[in-house]
C-alpha cells in the first residue's frame, strides 16, 4: 500500500470548523450541522461534510509542476545549444525547436533535426557546461 506524505494548506486549517461546541456558538449565528430541515444551506453543508477536506482527509498535489514547461520554453527563447544524452549514451547536441508531453524536437548544424522520444533521454544540459561546469573564467557571456 502506498501512503504519501501530504501537507496541510493555511486555507484547509482556515476552512475547518472548531471542535468545541462553545467555539461554535461564539464563532457563529448558525450551527454547522441542521437537525432534520431542508433547504438551500443544508445541501451546501452536506456537500462540504463529504469533501476530502471536511473528512480531515488531505488533498492530492498535483502531478504537473510547470516546471519543465518553463525550462523549455525559456532555452527556446535563447535559443541555447544543448547536449542531450541518451540512455544508451549516445550524445545529440542542438538547439530545442518545440515539445510536446512525450518528445522534443532539436534543430542540429550540420545534421538533419531529430525529433527524440522523452523516455530515450537520460539527461540534458547546456552546451556552454560541458567543459568546465560553471565556469570561474574565461569566455563567460551572460
Same mark, same amino acid.
Given at each position: 500500500?502506498?501512503?504519501?506524505?501530504?501537507?496541510?494548506?493555511?486555507?484547509?486549517?482556515?476552512?475547518?470548523?472548531?471542535?468545541?461546541?462553545?467555539?461554535?456558538?461564539?464563532?457563529?449565528?448558525?450551527?454547522?450541522?441542521?437537525?432534520?430541515?431542508?433547504?438551500?444551506?443544508?445541501?451546501?453543508?452536506?456537500?462540504?461534510?463529504?469533501?476530502? #477536506?471536511?473528512?480531515?482527509?488531505?488533498?492530492?498535489?498535483?502531478?504537473?509542476?510547470?516546471?519543465?514547461?518553463?525550462?523549455?520554453?525559456?532555452?527556446?527563447?535563447?535559443?541555447?545549444?544543448?547536449?542531450?544524452?541518451?540512455?544508451?549514451?549516445?550524445?545529440?547536441?542542438?538547439?530545442?525547436?518545440?515539445?510536446?508531453?512525450? #518528445?522534443?524536437?532539436?534543430?542540429?548544424?550540420?545534421?538533419?533535426?531529430?525529433?527524440?522520444?522523452?523516455?530515450?533521454?537520460?539527461?540534458?544540459?547546456?552546451?556552454?557546461?560541458?567543459?568546465?561546469?560553471?565556469?570561474?573564467?574565461?569566455?563567460?557571456?551572460?
Amino acid at each position: 500500500m502506498n501512503r504519501k506524505l501530504i501537507r496541510t494548506t493555511l486555507a484547509e486549517v482556515k476552512g475547518r470548523e472548531p471542535h468545541h461546541p462553545k467555539d461554535r456558538a461564539e464563532g457563529g449565528p448558525r450551527p454547522a450541522h441542521r437537525p432534520g430541515g431542508a433547504g438551500p444551506s443544508q445541501s451546501r453543508d452536506s456537500a462540504s461534510a463529504s469533501s476530502a #477536506a471536511a473528512l480531515g482527509r488531505k488533498k492530492i498535489p498535483q502531478s504537473e509542476t510547470n516546471a519543465e514547461i518553463f525550462y523549455y520554453k525559456k532555452q527556446m527563447d535563447a535559443h541555447t545549444l544543448m547536449v542531450i544524452v541518451l540512455t544508451d549514451g549516445e550524445e545529440v547536441e542542438g538547439t530545442i525547436e518545440w515539445y510536446d508531453r512525450s #518528445a522534443l524536437k532539436i534543430n542540429r548544424r550540420g545534421a538533419p533535426n531529430i525529433m527524440l522520444l522523452k523516455h530515450n533521454i537520460k539527461y540534458m544540459f547546456k552546451a556552454e557546461d560541458r567543459d568546465g561546469g560553471g565556469g570561474g573564467g574565461g569566455e563567460s557571456g551572460d
